[in-house]
């Protein structure tokens, strides 16, 4: 009903382009999310489906019909803005129903619709206030809760937490969640932030200098990134690199004068004349262990010793940033561990869950 | 609080340290005095003392010249007996009555029009600000020429867009026009500076507002009456309240093209006290109709204070 299909949609701004033919589906009563570093295209491509910025080129699709050329009122939509946009001299109550009575609803279905969404939101004692009254995470509620009364078929989301403080923000990232799950409604989602990303997403959209890098679901994000952009943006600690070159026909990997073993999922998706090719070798921080875990192969591990410049305790765990083989490294180990800055320690690379990408396309190999 | 921090609380002599504390109080006292004593002088001498002794004028008799005499409540009463106070009275009220909405609709009305992305935006506005600026003799000039009744452009063209000779207004020599072309002209001569006003108050309005209006599914209009207009309150506040003042002080535009003529037709308050000041000397009376004056103009703002102080407290 609401499946929204971008094709080849492309965005310039004089001579600039900012989003460049980007394809993408997004499925009805899908939470997607589009995630990338600041001037990635993911705000422009937003602000295209609202009807907020013209489309250069390409099409939108909204359930069957091309609404390059429709208002954003009749896009139904709505939309909950970084700053909250909330007009200053209404109350709560007037922001919530300012849309409703533009299109001239009856006032009993406002007021049903306004304190049904106020109730949801637990902000149906702030309906007479003004918004300069409220907090930070009051606003937001009230940012929501203007969308959430027009009942639209999709939500578009431009960084709506990124005004909150870390507490808050972690408790509206399991609210948003719960509101989609409530309202069943597509949900286009903006941030920076690739937490929000990971938590929240039913599928995640990465993007760089306005293209789209790879969409999938955030596990298998994290699991099989398609490049070593992807690899770094999601998951923090991000993942570390290693340059390596090709050895022993694909089986290995030479890092300075040692040879590290190559799962068979990487050395067969080598393509042939591999010998000697120069790739990047990635291992997220957690793939570092003081000691050998029960359920990996020892041989497909590798001994290497960290030079420990900052000790991070997480609490849950610890992180640890050093220097291994000459390259900046982040491990993440228990936090029992007692090694603290200036100190040298030992760490166990699992390698059988190593990502390998090529040095000079960046692309990753067996994924 | 604790034992060590309590100061014993019998009372005992000034000490060395007190008094040249209070030495160095007295000092900074005087510097912070002196700082300001040359604009206050200046203010005494030049403001606060003429307005003073034009309060007290309003109860004397006095030409300039022989000794001022007391006279109670003498020009006061001659307020109701004088047929040109009263015509300039009402005068003033219809100008400001008329003036005030007027300039505030042209410089609204231009600020928005200058506010959009158009052709040689920075151009238009210097030309609508450009009367603000420009020497009130040199355009009044200009004005009356355009104007004149028999050989202005304007009339020129009346004519020819069949208007009949006889129905051509007189504009400043005509007695119903004369007001009205004082008006036309001082709402053309301000525009400019009020549309500045409120291009400012324009520019600060959050330009996510109109899109999370967009959304909602407002129009243009709609938009205006209850985004820009509304965020506006402030700004047409002050404008509204420099705007009366200033009209109920007009008199260089009145002196200018009409000179209070013809007949009393344009008479307006300032411009009789002018008259019975300098013209006939009478400066006790004057200072009454001065008096009037200040009241109105103090009375027609506490008002507009009253109104607009709900509306601006709504406001972030």
Not at chain 1, 110 to 122: G, M, Q
Request: charged share 20%.
């Amino acid at each position: 009903m609401a499946g929204i299909s971008l094709r080849k949609l492309r965005k310039t701004f004089g001579t600039l382009t900012v989003v460049h033919d980007i394809d993408l589906e997004i499925a009805d009563k899908e939470f997607i999310i589009l995630v990338g570093p600041s001037g990635c295209g993911k705000s422009t491509t937003l602000r295209m489906i609202a009807g907020l910025e013209d489309i250069s080129s390409g099409d939108l699709v909204i359930g069957d019909t091309i609404v390059n050329d429709v208002p954003p009122k009749n896009r139904d939509i709505a939309m909950v803005f970084q700053n909250y946009a909330l007009y200053p001299h209404m109350t709560v109550y007037k922001n919530m129903a300012f849309g409703l009575e533009l299109r001239h609803s009856p006032r009993e279905i406002i007021d049903k619709k306004v304190n049904e969404a106020a109730e949801i939101l637990d902000i149906a004692h702030l309906l007479n206030r003004r918004p300069k009254a409220l907090s930070g995470g009051q606003r937001q509620r009230v940012a929501l809760g203007r969308a959430m009364v027009r009942s639209p078929a999709v939500f578009l989301l431009d960084e709506p937490l990124s005004n909150l403080d870390a507490k808050l923000r972690t408790a509206m990232r399991a609210e948003i969640t719960k509101l989609h799950r409530k309202l069943d409604a597509t949900f286009i989602y903006v941030t920076h932030d690739q937490v929000e990303a990971m938590t929240m997403a039913d599928r995640i959209v990465v993007m760089k200098d306005g293209h789209i890098h790879q969409v999938d679901t955030p596990q298998a994000l994290y699991d099989r990134p398609v490049n070593m952009f992807v690899a770094g943006f999601i998951g923090a600690p991000q993942m570390n690199f290693f340059p390596v070159a090709v050895a022993r026909g694909g089986t290995s990997v030479r890092f300075g004068d040692r040879e590290l073993p190559l799962p068979a999922r990487l050395s067969e998706a080598l393509p042939p004349g591999s010998a000697d090719r120069a790739c990047m070798l990635g291992l997220r921080p957690e793939h570092f262990h003081e000691r050998l875990p029960v359920d990996v192969d020892p041989a497909m591990t590798a001994e290497m010793d960290m030079e420990v410049e900052l000790a991070e305790p997480m609490g849950a765990e610890l992180h640890l940033n050093g220097v291994l083989g000459g390259e900046t490294v982040i491990a993440r180990v228990s936090p029992r561990c007692q090694a603290r800055a200036g100190d040298r320690i030992t760490l166990i690379a699992d390698l059988s869950s190593a990502h390998l990408f090529d040095k000079k396309t960046e692309a990753a190999f067996g994924n | 609080m604790t034992e060590t921090t309590t100061q014993p609380a019998t009372a005992q002599p000034p000490t060395r340290v007190a008094v040249s504390r209070r030495w160095r109080k007295i000092g900074n006292l005087l510097t912070a005095y002196s700082f300001i004593a040359p604009n206050f002088i200046g203010f005494a001498v030049f403001t606060l003392g003429p307005i003073v002794f034009a309060f007290l004028l309003a109860f004397m008799h006095w030409d300039g010249n022989n000794p001022i005499e007391w006279a109670g409540l003498d020009n006061f009463f001659k307020l109701f007996r004088d047929r040109v106070f009263i015509a300039s009275f009402w005068n003033t009220i219809i100008y400001t009555g008329a003036t005030v909405p007027l300039t505030l609709v042209c410089a609204l009305g231009l600020a928005i029009l200058l506010n959009q992305q158009i052709f040689a935006r920075n151009f238009f506005r210097t030309i609508a600000f450009f009367p603000y600026v420009a020497s009130l003799i040199a355009v009044a000039v200009v004005w009356n020429m355009l104007f004149h009744p028999e050989f202005g452009p304007v009339n020129m063209v009346l004519y020819t867009l069949g208007v009949d000779p006889k129905d051509l207004p007189r504009w400043a020599a005509g007695k119903d026009w004369a007001m009205i072309t004082v008006i036309m002209f001082s709402v053309w001569k301000n525009m400019g500076y009020f549309m500045v006003i409120y291009l400012a108050g324009l520019q600060g309005i959050s330009a996510e507002l109109y899109e999370a209006a967009d959304i909602d599914g407002a129009t243009a209009w709609q938009k205006f009456w209850r985004i820009t207009l509304p965020q506006l309150g402030p700004t047409t506040f002050f404008v509204s309240v420099m705007l009366t003042i200033t009209s109920f002080k007009v008199f260089d535009q009145v002196f200018m093209i009409t000179q209070g003529g013809p007949g009393t037709s344009t008479m307006v308050l300032v411009y009789h006290i002018y008259n019975e000041a300098f013209v006939s000397w009478d400066l006790g009376y004057s200072s009454m109709v001065a008096l009037v004056l200040f009241f109105l103009v103090l009375g027609i703002t506490l008002i507009q204070f009253r109104l607009t102080r709900e509306n601006e407290e709504n406001l972030a």
